[in-house]
T-cell receptor, first 117, second 109 residues
Framework: DVKVTQSSRYLVKRTGEKVFLECVQD?????MFWYRQDPGLGLRLIYF???????EKGDIPEGYSVSREKKERFSLILESASTNQTSMYLC????????????????FGAGSRLTVL | GQNIDQPTEMTATEGAIVQINCTYQ??????LFWYQQHAGEAPTFLSY??LDGLEEKGRFSSFLSRSKGYSYLLLKELQMKDSASYLC??????????WGAGTKLIIKP
């Protein structure tokens, strides 16, 4: 019954390594999001996408990039990982953002906990 | 700026009632969400309010006052499994979610 799947639950990387976090959803949702979650802070939006090959910067895009080549898949890339990117990364999806309340409900993946040494 | 405030932590007793408050300031407003997040798990949707008033869903209810920029989540007949973080999020005029830091709810027997 898993609807948003993140490829890795736990990763440990070295400073300077390139990191790929994969996310796949099977609900045919238009919107996909990448957040990071740190203790004491709310969810912070890194990037989001409203359509294939389309991306928009969120609140904290620096040090990250994304790719959406297929509707169901949204990848987060850390070109050169740094220790301050140690965090929990959450992928989410939703229907198109409109006035319809149901369209804006997010379905989250289980999260990817990244540690950068 | 945009801001969501909610208490960091609350403690309640099994079988009791608890109210988790959330105040928000956003550029425009298109609704208020509550999510539940158990430790180490993904957030899951609990409720959505866009009109003033109380929405009830079983043991959980959510209230909204748009004029006061205020919402609360009410949990009745608390169970141990309700121990979790509760996240408040407001949808702004651009349909972007503004998140609170979450309220950790501890249930004691």
């Amino acid at each position: 019954d898993v609807k948003v799947t993140q490829s890795s639950r736990y990763l440990v990387k070295r400073t300077g390594e390139k990191v790929f976090l994969e996310c796949v959803q099977d609900m045919d949702h238009e919107n996909m999001f990448w957040y990071r979650q740190d203790p004491g802070l709310g969810l912070r939006l890194i990037y989001f996408s409203y359509d294939v090959k389309m991306k928009e910067k969120g609140d904290i895009p620096e040090g990250y990039s994304v790719s959406r080549e297929k509707k169901e898949r949204f990848s987060l890339i850390l070109e050169s990982a740094s220790t301050n990117q140690t965090s929990m990364y959450l992928c989410a999806s939703s229907l198109a953002g409109t006035g319809d309340s149901g369209a804006n409900v997010l379905t989250f993946g289980a999260g990817s906990r990244l540690t950068v040494l | 700026g945009q801001n969501i405030d909610q208490p960091t932590e609350m403690t309640a007793t099994e079988g009791a009632i608890v109210q988790i408050n959330c105040t928000y300031q956003t550029s425009g407003f298109n609704g208020l969400f509550w999510y539940q997040q158990h430790a180490g798990e993904a957030p899951t949707f609990l409720s959505y309010n866009v009109l003033d008033g109380l929405e009830e869903k079983g043991r959980f209810s959510s209230f909204l006052s748009r004029s006061k920029g205020y919402s609360y989540l009410l949990l009745k007949e608390l169970q141990m499994k309700d121990s979790a973080s509760y996240l408040c999020a407001a949808l702004d005029s651009n349909y972007q979610l503004i998140w609170g830091a979450g309220t950790k709810l501890i249930i004691k027997p």
